[in-house]
């Protein structure tokens, strides 16, 4: 069993910065990936960045490119995702998900869901 608590989320206007994380605890050896993913009212979750643990490689939804972060504390087993230039349409539901896989083994295959199979709570992000 795997836990996540993410926190971070709040209101603030478009071209601020806010940084998520995710507190991950439990059954470590099960948490090779940790990612972010959004969703908005009315749309489908979105994968918005993904690192790959024991490699420390990261990936990013191209809307998010170098605007969006990721980062660990190892000593806290927590991952953070820094968030600047931030506009409304990154306006969503956080989440924190977990999986067991090291790498990709297709293209963007870090962004599909059924990838995943432990979720935190999420957390409101609100951007306006």
């Known amino acids: 069993e795997v836990q996540l608590v993410e926190s971070g989320g709040g209101s603030v206007p478009t071209g601020g910065s806010l940084r998520l994380a995710c507190e991950v605890s439990?059954?470590?050896?099960?948490?090779?990936?940790v990612a972010w993913f959004r969703q908005a009212p009315g749309k489908e979750r979105e994968g918005v960045a993904a690192?790959?643990?024991?490699?420390?490689?990261?990936h990013y939804y191209y809307p998010v490119k170098g605007r969006f972060s990721l980062s660990e504390d190892k000593t806290k087993n927590t991952v953070y995702l820094l968030m600047n230039s931030l506009n409304p349409d990154d306006t969503a539901m956080y989440y924190c998900?977990?999986?067991?896989?090291?790498?990709?083994?297709?293209?963007?295959?870090?962004?599909?869901?059924?990838?995943?199979?432990?979720w935190g709570q999420g957390t409101q992000v609100t951007v306006s």
């Open positions: 690192l790959y643990t024991k490699s420390s490689v990261t």
């Open positions: 998900a977990v999986g067991p896989y090291e790498s990709d083994y297709y293209a963007d295959s870090w962004s599909s869901r059924t990838n995943y199979n432990y």
């Open positions: 439990g059954v470590m050896w099960q948490v090779s990936c």
